[in-house]
Nanobody, 125 residues
Framework: QVQLVESGGGLVQAGGSLRVSCVVSGGTFSTYSMGWFRQAPGKEREFVAGMSRRGSSTYYEDSVKGRFTISRDNAKNTVYLQMNSLKPEDTAVYYC??????????????????WGQGTQVTVSS
């Protein structure tokens, strides 16, 4: 059974930084493309960042480009999201997700096979 567990969320002031992590167990991490999504209250879950299974390709939602960085450590079965210059509008529950498809549909919620439980990120002004 594949499990994804996020950690590292918390409360930070605007302009600050935070790194969230996601550990994958029960599967072969190196075969998964990985994505980060977020969901704010009353809004749909939205794509934030994605990385192909070998880490050769990365993708970002426009509003986080230049501020957020996705990375992965296949030896640790872990994917990270480094978030800098945080803004109040980045406040949301952040979810990691794993996709097995050979073609990586990085922004499509429905194409991800496994999801974590989420970690809250709150940015105060």
């Amino acid at each position: 059974q594949v499990q994804l567990v996020e950690s590292g969320g918390g409360l930070v002031q605007a302009g600050g930084s935070l790194r969230v992590s996601c550990v994958v167990s029960g599967g072969t991490f190196s075969t998964y493309s990985m994505g980060w999504f977020r969901q704010a209250p009353g809004k749909e879950r939205e794509f934030v960042a994605g990385m192909s299974r070998r880490g050769s390709s990365t993708y970002y939602e426009d509003s986080v480009k230049g501020r957020f960085t996705i990375s992965r450590d296949n030896a640790k079965n872990t994917v990270y999201l480094q978030m800098n210059s945080l803004k109040p509008e980045d406040t949301a529950v952040y979810y990691c997700a794993a996709q097995q498809s050979n073609t990586y549909y990085y922004s499509r919620v429905g194409y991800y096979d496994y999801w974590g439980q989420g970690t809250q990120v709150t940015v105060s002004s």
